[in-house]
């Protein structure tokens, strides 16, 4: 797993932040992880992380990566120092009434309009991003998108919807939307991470690659 990590490390640019995806990952595991190096991981399960906190939350950042329901999020904002997964006004309005704190989120879009998937679509991404905005949440920072492309056994087939991912990033960076700092593009995993950096991910999400296949 050492070796995995600095590997994964040496071949991604300083300004790509690494986090590591831990679903059904043990304790142990993850606690190996972050003694090689890894500072960030990356939760689905509301239940999960709150079965692994009370170990790892003095030791490692840990982010939502999975959909997010309602009725988890007042658990979630507990847990997570990130949601990377916010797709409706409803979702934004949770967080804010639930923390104290200001809570840094992404947008999850859903970029290939997968059924299978949730997020927000594409050419409505800007309209919701407004629309949180203008509700001016106190405990809510919209600090960029998140994205899950398409799985394909050949990766290159992902290109296309990392760049437009990275158009629809800049597109609202120029906005200049108050409270919205665009700064981080979560996309790309094990397979295709490389690719997505390439198209201008500033952040990556990687499992397999890290602790090998899961059981």
Same mark, same amino acid.
């Given at each position: 797993?050492?070796? #995995? ?19 059904? !990952? ?27 906190? #009370? ?5 490692? $950042?840990? /982010?939502?990566?999975? /959909?997010?329901?309602?009725? $988890? ?24 009434? @639930? ?10 879009? #859903? ?26 949440? $106190? ?19 992902? !290109?296309?919807?990392? $760049?437009?991912?990275? /158009? ?36 990556? !999400? ?7 296949? @899961?059981?």
């Amino acid at each position: 797993m050492k070796e #995995n990590i600095e590997q994964i490390k040496k071949g991604i640019p300083s300004s790509v932040t690494l986090v590591a995806a831990t679903k059904t !990952r043990s304790v142990e595991e993850i606690k190996e992880a972050i003694k090689a190096g890894i500072e960030i991981i990356g939760e689905n399960y509301v239940q999960e992380a709150e079965s692994k906190y #009370n170990e790892l939350k003095e030791k490692v $950042k840990i /982010h939502c990566i999975g /959909h997010l329901q309602t009725n $988890k999020i007042k658990k979630a904002v507990e847990l997570f120092d990130m949601i990377e997964t916010v797709d409706s006004v409803k979702i934004a309005k949770e967080i804010d009434k @639930r923390t104290t704190k200001i809570m840094p989120v992404l947008i999850e879009v #859903n970029i290939a309009k997968e059924a299978s998937k949730s997020g927000v679509m594409p050419e409505e991404t800007i309209d919701l991003i407004k629309e949180i905005s203008n509700l001016n949440l $106190k405990n809510i920072k919209i600090k960029g998108l998140m994205t899950m492309a398409p799985y394909f056994d050949d990766p290159e087939k992902d !290109r296309p919807y990392f $760049k437009e991912m990275k /158009h629809l990033f800049d597109k609202i960076k120029a906005m200049s939307i108050p409270n919205v700092d665009m700064e981080i593009l979560s996309m790309g995993m094990s397979d295709s991470y490389k690719i997505a950096i390439e198209e201008g991910a500033t952040m990556v !999400r990687i499992g397999t690659k890290i602790f090998g296949k @899961r059981e």
